[in-house]
Antibody
Framework: QVQLVQSGAEVKKPGASVKVSCKASGYTFTCCYMHWVRQAPGQGPEWMGAISPRGGSTNYAQEFQGRVTMTWDTSTTTIYMELSSLKSEDTAVYYC?????????????WGQGTLVTVSS | EIVLTQSPGTLSLSPGERATLSCRASQSVTGSYLAWYQQKSGQAPRLLIYGASSRATGIPDRFSGSGSGTDFTLTIRRLEPEDFAVYYCQQYGSSPRTFGPGTKVDIK
């Protein structure tokens, strides 16, 4: 069965960076895009971007351009999302979410979420 | 960017009642690539409906979706106790993917 298992909670200071991992299993790793979605406390989800493990193409939301980097490691079937220059407003739960194809496919499986807290 | 608006913000109903949730887009959603997700407290969103009207794997048939263009609806035919949650619509036809602000379905 498809499983996405994310790394544990993080506490960071403003200006620092955070790197969240998402280990995929139960499907052919290179088949699918992996998206990152965050959700601030009490808010709706917000799409951050996506990466294809086949070839590494990325598509980042404009709001995060220059601050977010998505990478992958085929040997460990793990996707990473790194967010830099953290601000208090980046405090949120960060989810990885698979999409079975390229554009035009929904996010059918989600990780359990990783809470990132940014506080001085 | 396509902005999604959901109404109502909160829907207070009793088990067994019918729930009708609305999602309106600021411009036409490409290919009717509109999804509905259910989210319970402390959990990740769960895909219910994709392509505006197709149920995801394992989703009971009391959940149905309809609509096209800019107006979409999620209907829960008879609410079960486990259906009380927050529901989000998402368009995934255009980049960036966007979500609505959610409709909370709570127990009356």
């Amino acid at each position: 069965q498809v499983q996405l298992v994310q790394s544990g909670a993080e506490v960071k200071k403003p200006g620092a960076s955070v790197k969240v991992s998402c280990k995929a299993s139960g499907y052919t790793f290179t088949c699918c895009y992996m998206h990152w979605v965050r959700q601030a406390p009490g808010q709706g989800p917000e799409w951050m971007g996506a990466i294809s493990p086949r070839g590494g193409s990325t598509n980042y939301a404009q709001e995060f351009q220059g601050r977010v980097t998505m990478t992958w490691d085929t040997s460990t079937t793990t996707i990473y999302m790194e967010l830099s220059s953290l601000k208090s407003e980046d405090t949120a739960v960060y989810y990885c979410a698979r999409a079975s194809g390229a554009a035009g496919t929904p996010n059918d499986y989600w990780g359990q979420g990783t809470l990132v807290t940014v506080s001085s | 960017e396509i902005v999604l608006t959901q109404s109502p913000g909160t829907l207070s109903l009793s088990p067994g009642e019918r729930a009708t949730l609305s999602c309106r887009a600021s411009q036409s959603v490409t290919g009717s690539y509109l999804a509905w997700y259910q989210q319970k407290s402390g959990q990740a969103p769960r895909l219910l409906i994709y392509g505006a009207s197709s149920r995801a794997t394992g989703i009971p048939d009391r959940f149905s979706g309809s609509g096209s263009g800019t107006d979409f609806t999620l209907t829960i035919r008879r609410l079960e106790p486990e259906d009380f949650a927050v529901y989000y619509c998402q368009q995934y036809g255009s980049s960036p993917r966007t979500f609505g602000p959610g409709t909370k379905v709570d127990i009356k």
